[in-house]
């Protein structure tokens, strides 16, 4: 059982947009800043958002981020079939004292 | 380019320690802005951050694993290791070594490892 909640699923058609959804409480998001991973099986996880809402060098503006309250999620516009993987919301638990993650959320491009 | 590759054994028997090692190239592990993680990925589950360590070899561990683990650093040669004692079957996972953006061990981790399976049977 992962400390953030993140639906097992989502999927879309090339092209359109999609939204992941990371709900955690208020001793993680709420007060700690949240980033995102992409991974494809077998190859290194990429960090795709950090500090809620900022791009690494050589990430594509279609990938956004954004927070809430205790929950924080990924958009990812102009999909396509290379984005397929796994995608993990990360952040900082104050009351665990503890990096945790999100179970992980499973994009299929149609 | 920063690198970082991960080695060690593929199979451990249960009760025995687990021992990897994280190679860093492209760059210098002997640095005040970054701690070097470990994040483990059981078949079929989420990420599990196991700690991170600073060049200096201080270290911070997910408290459900700190009786178990330990995490060091070997500036002259660039990486750093874990052990992960007494393993059992709950183990088994994929383990990658990552570098924290940061120098206060809560992530994120912007370079990670491949990743390596450790399987964990008699």
């Known amino acids: 059982q992962s400390v953030l909640t993140q639906p097992p699923s989502v999927s879309a058609a090339p092209g359109q947009r999609v939204t992941i959804s990371c709900s955690g409480s208020s001793s993680n998001i709420e007060n700690n800043y949240v980033s995102w991973y992409q991974h494809l099986p077998g190859t290194a996880p990429k960090l795709l958002i950090y500090e809620n809402n900022k791009r690494p060098s050589g990430i594509p503006d279609r990938f956004s981020g954004s927070k809430s309250g205790t929950s924080a999620t990924l958009g990812i516009t102009g999909l396509q079939t290379g984005d397929e993987a796994d995608y993990y919301c990360?952040?900082?638990?104050?009351?665990?004292?503890?990096?945790?993650f999100g179970g992980g959320t499973k994009l299929t491009v149609l | 380019q920063l690198q970082l590759q991960e080695s060690g054994p593929g199979l451990v028997k249960p009760s025995e320690t687990l021992s990897l090692t994280c190679t860093v190239s492209?760059?210098?592990?002997?640095?005040?802005?970054?701690?070097w993680g470990w994040v483990r990925q059981p078949p079929g589950k989420g990420l599990e951050w196991i700690g991170s360590?600073?060049?200096?070899?201080?270290?911070s561990y997910n408290p459900s694993l700190r009786s178990r683990v330990t995490i060091t650093v070997d500036t002259s040669d660039n990486h750093f290791s874990l052990r992960l004692s007494s393993v059992t079957a709950a183990d088994t996972a994929i383990y990658f070594c990552?570098?924290?953006?940061?120098?206060?061990?809560?992530?994120?981790?912007?370079?990670w490892g491949q990743g390596t399976l450790v399987t964990v049977s008699s």
């Open positions: 990360g952040t900082w638990d104050s009351s665990l004292s503890a990096v945790v």
């Open positions: 492209g760059g210098s592990i002997d640095t005040n802005t970054n701690f």
């Open positions: 360590i600073y060049y200096t070899g201080t270290a």
């Open positions: 990552a570098r924290d953006s940061y120098s206060l061990a809560r992530g994120p981790f912007d370079n």
